[in-house]
């Protein structure tokens, strides 16, 4: 059974930055995509970033593009989400997801697609 773990989350200032990790175990064969989500209250869960073979392809969030930063490490079980130049708006819980896919079309912001989630880590930003 696969287990995602996030952490890294924490409070910081408008305009700061966060690096938060989600660490994998459990697999047998190690997920060919990686998501990020974050959920804040009363909305929407929403997809934030998402990595396709170490990198090979990547997807951002228009809300997040030129600010966050999606990567893996080598061993494929470590995944990071280096947020920078944080805004109130992105205050949320953020989960971590793993997927299997056949192609990195599929590999988004559709939660539908993932089969593992972590348990969360919150991010609050303060103005």
């Known amino acids: 059974q696969v287990q995602l773990v996030e952490s890294g989350g924490g409070s910081v200032q408008a305009g700061g930055s966060l690096r938060l990790s989600c660490a994998a175990s459990?697999?047998?064969?190690?997920?060919?995509?990686m998501g990020w989500f974050r959920q804040a209250p009363g909305k929407e869960r929403e997809g934030v970033a998402s990595?396709?073979?170490?990198?090979?392809?990547?997807y951002y969030a228009d809300s997040v593009k030129g600010r966050f930063t999606v990567s893996q490490d080598s061993a494929k079980d470590t995944v990071f989400l280096q947020m920078n130049s944080l805004k109130p708006e992105d205050t949320a819980m953020y989960y971590c997801?793993?997927?299997?896919?056949?192609?990195?079309?599929?590999?988004?912001?559709?939660?539908?697609?993932?089969?593992?989630w972590g348990q969360g880590t919150q991010v609050t930003v303060d103005s």
């Open positions: 997801a793993a997927a299997m896919v056949v192609g990195p079309s599929r590999c988004s912001g559709a939660s539908e697609r993932y089969s593992f």
């Open positions: 990595i396709y073979a170490n990198g090979a392809f990547t």
């Open positions: 459990g697999y047998r064969y190690s997920p060919n995509c």
